[in-house]
C-alpha cells in the first residue's frame, strides 16, 4: 500500500535529527531532488539525464544543460507555488506525520512562529487534502481479513429542541481485522487480533443505498463483512459480500466480542476530535476523517506518513485559504463517492 519502498532516504528520529538533517532551503532542495529522482536528475522537457545547473539564489530550481529548461522542485507537489519557505512546509509535514494527536493550526503557528495565523491554517489543510490518493485502493480482500462496518454519530450538541441526534454527523466506517502471527510477542492481546487499514465517509443517512454504497466504495467485493443487523445493511449479500449481521449489537458486550476493531477505531476518532481540534465542523468533518484515516493507516510508519505528505501529497488537487471558507472546496471522500 505504501507508495515508497526504497530505503535511500533518511528519516530523522528526533527534532535534533532534523534540524541536523533539514538546516535549510538548500538541504529541503537537496531531499526533494533525490526524493523525485532516485536514480538523479533527468529533464522532464528532454530527458536529458546528468548533474544540472544550479542556481544558489534558488535552490528550488534545477536547470538543464542540454536545453536549460527550469524545473521546479516543488512542482506537482502540495508545495507547489506557496511563497512559504520548504523547510516550513518540512517541519509541518513532519510535525503531522509523528505527532499521534497531530497538531492543530494555532499550535504550528506558536511553534514555528509563523506571523499570521492563515499561513499556518493553509499549511495544516493542504497536508490534510494530500491525505488521500484518489486512486485509494478499496480494502478487505483475502477471507483471514474480514472487515467490520458500522456507523457512528459525530460532534454538535442537542440544546434545547428535544431528543434527538440535531447538529450531528452520520459517519461510516470500516475496518480490517487482522491476526498477529501465532507466537509472537503480542497474539495475546485481543485474541492477536488488530485493526488493519481503515476507511471513513460522511454519509447522508442510514439508509440501504448510503450504507451498501459505502461498502462498496471502501470494500472489495467478496470480503466477509461483519455489522449489526440493521436493515441497512441487507443487501450485501447481493452485491457480491459475504455478511455477517450480529443480533443485539446495541448490547456493549456483545458489540465489543463481535465487532471489537471498529469501536476502538471510534473511540480513537471522538477522543482525537476533541482533544486536538475541540469539535470540528460538519463543513470540515470529511477533511478531518481524511486526516485521521492516513495516520491510523501509517500509524506503524511515520516515514511513509512524511515522504507521502511532501511528494505524493502534490497529486492531489489542494484548497486555497480562500475556497476553503468559500465552500468551493469539496474535501474529497475516502473513495470520492459520497460526496
Ligand atoms: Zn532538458
Given at each position: ?240 459480500y459475504d455478511h455477517h449481521a450480529i443480533a443485539e449489537c ?90
Open positions: 500500500m505504501d507508495i515508497f519502498d526504497i530505503n535511500d532516504l533518511p528519516f530523522p528520529q528526533s527534532l535534533p535529527e532534523f534540524q541536523r538533517l533539514f538546516p535549510d532551503e538548500i538541504a529541503c532542495a537537496g531531499y526533494l531532488e533525490r526524493a523525485r529522482w532516485i536514480g538523479g536528475f533527468m529533464c522532464p522537457a528532454c530527458q536529458e539525464i546528468g548533474e544540472p545547473f544550479r542556481i544558489s539564489t534558488r535552490p528550488g530550481v534545477l536547470v538543464c544543460r542540454k536545453c536549460r529548461h527550469e524545473e521546479g522542485l516543488t512542482v506537482g507537489t502540495v508545495m507547489e507555488r506557496s511563497h512559504t519557505p520548504l523547510s516550513t512546509w518540512f517541519w509541518a509535514a513532519y510535525l503531522v506525520a509523528t505527532q499521534t494527536p497531530g497538531i492543530s493550526a494555532v499550535q504550528f503557528q506558536r511553534q514555528l512562529r509563523l506571523r499570521r495565523y492563515e499561513t499556518a491554517f493553509g499549511i495544516l489543510h493542504k497536508l490534510r487534502a494530500g491525505m488521500v490518493r484518489p486512486d485509494q485502493d478499496r480494502i478487505g480482500g483475502p477471507p483471514a481479513n474480514h472487515v467490520e462496518v458500522d456507523e457512528v454519530l459525530i460532534g454538535g450538541k442537542t440544546r434545547g429542541e428535544g431528543r434527538g441526534v440535531h447538529h450531528k454527523t452520520l459517519v461510516t466506517a470500516a475496518v480490517e481485522v487482522r491476526r498477529r502471527e501465532p507466537g509472537t510477542a503480542q497474539d495475546k492481546r485481543k485474541d492477536g487480533r488488530y485493526a488493519g487499514r481503515v476507511r471513513l465517509a460522511v454519509a447522508p443517512d442510514r439508509s440501504a443505498d448510503s450504507l451498501c454504497g459505502f461498502v462498496q466504495s471502501a470494500v472489495m467485493p467478496g470480503t466477509l463483512i461483519v455489522s449489526d443487523d440493521w436493515s441497512g445493511y441487507g443487501n450485501l449479500r447481493k452485491l457480491g446495541g448490547d456493549p458486550e456483545i458489540a465489543e466480542e463481535f465487532m471489537p476493531m471498529i469501536h476502538l477505531v471510534f473511540s480513537n476518532l471522538k477522543t482525537w476530535l476533541n482533544g486536538t481540534h475541540h469539535g470540528v465542523s460538519p463543513k470540515h468533518l470529511q477533511a478531518y476523517l481524511n486526516e485521521f484515516t492516513f495516520r491510523f493507516n501509517r500509524r506503524f510508519h511515520p516515514f511513509n506518513a512524511f515522504r507521502s505528505l511532501l511528494g505524493i501529497a502534490g497529486g492531489a488537487e489542494t484548497p486555497t485559504y480562500a475556497a476553503l471558507y468559500s465552500s468551493d472546496w469539496i474535501h474529497p471522500t475516502c473513495s470520492g463517492c459520497m460526496s
